[in-house]
């Protein structure tokens, strides 16, 4: 991300700045709990999407730093109740908010941040820009329940999964770029460029999420490894294996997708078999091809440190750790 951060790094300090003045509330647990799940070491790749977007297409307004904190905040009222509905006990490393200050804390501070969220997207005062990114609520919202409804489902086909991926992961990141594209006032096509490049990101960037649930450590990745197994979530790299793998295999998966509670021993069978059928793997090169349809994206644009950047932050996407 150090081409994006040369770019932007004044620009992001600035964003951790807005969150802080957003947060302002006459409720103490509101801020206590905003704050430490903004301040809990994010990579920020939305607000980055967004500033990197916005100066690519033009813009030297003063509006990108007040709505690359709305996407933020968007994105970590998601987070807050992903935990809640996950039972997650970890986030980016530390103790999760639900955790710390109940369900009832972290659903209620996630609903401020999203109504927050859309007070100060008015503010903006681009109807575009807040169709953009109201719409990309109610997806985010519309795959949540999906994924719910696919929790546990071992014939998930991969087109479904993503499916899934898109509405809930990959949709923020691209109207992240097309509303900085919208700042920027480019051009339709321009503007259409830059939501593809964030919606092949967003999946890009799930997908290595998949595969570091089954290979990185809890210290790397953050949060628990085999956590989606776990939870029922039939992920790539478990719907490749589950296609490749021989009928006995495919029960003994079966059977530890419907545990209550997982153990070790469980999750070192299946974590073996994805490795031997090649899941992580195939998971890798499908986020690549992802990757590349980004730099397709970006061929609309004349060649620049900001072009540079996008892609580098696209590359990043696959290599990182957690």
């Not at 690519?56 to 807050?80: D, K, M, N, R, W």
């Not at 996630?110 to 903006?124: E, H, I, P, Q, T």
Request: with cysteine; charged share 25%.
């Amino acid at each position: 991300m150090q081409a994006a951060l040369n770019l932007i790094g004044n620009d992001l300090k600035n964003v951790e700045l807005q969150f802080r003045k957003d947060l302002e509330s006459d409720v103490p647990l509101i801020r206590k709990v905003g704050e430490y799940v903004l301040s809990s070491g994010g990579k920020r790749v939305r607000p980055a999407l967004l500033l990197l977007s916005a100066r690519l297409c033009g813009y030297t307004g003063h509006q990108a730093v007040p709505l690359a904190s709305v996407v933020e905040f968007i994105h970590t009222a998601t987070l807050l109740h992903d935990d809640v509905v996950d039972s997650a006990t970890l986030r980016r490393g530390l103790a999760s908010a639900n955790t710390l200050w109940g369900n009832e804390a972290s659903v209620l501070v996630g609903d401020f941040l999203f109504s927050k969220s859309f007070s100060l997207m008015v503010a903006v005062g681009s109807l575009d820009i807040l169709r953009v990114l109201s719409g990309a609520t109610t997806v985010i919202a519309e795959g949540e329940v999906l994924q719910l409804l696919c929790t546990g489902e071992i014939d998930l086909t991969e087109e479904r999964y993503i499916e899934v991926v898109r509405s809930k992961t990959a949709v923020l990141m691209s109207a992240a770029c097309e509303a900085g594209a919208i700042l920027g006032s480019a051009t339709p096509q321009q503007q259409k460029a830059m939501a593809d490049f964030g919606m092949s990101l967003g999946i890009a960037f799930q997908l290595m999420d998949d595969t570091l649930d089954y290979i990185a450590t809890e210290e790397e990745f953050g949060k628990s490894i085999g956590h989606d197994l776990e939870e029922g979530k039939i992920t790539l790299p478990l719907i490749h294996t589950l296609k490749n793998c021989t009928p006995q295999e495919r029960s003994i998966i079966e059977e530890v997708v419907e545990k209550d509670e997982m153990t070790l021993d469980d999750f070192r069978t299946v974590s073996g078999l994805v490795k031997q059928y090649g899941g992580i793997d195939y998971t890798v090169a499908s986020a690549r091809r992802l990757v590349n349809e980004c730099r397709v994206s970006l061929e609309l644009f004349e060649p620049s440190p900001v072009v540079t950047a996008l892609a580098d932050l696209a590359e990043y996407v696959i290599t990182r750790s957690k």
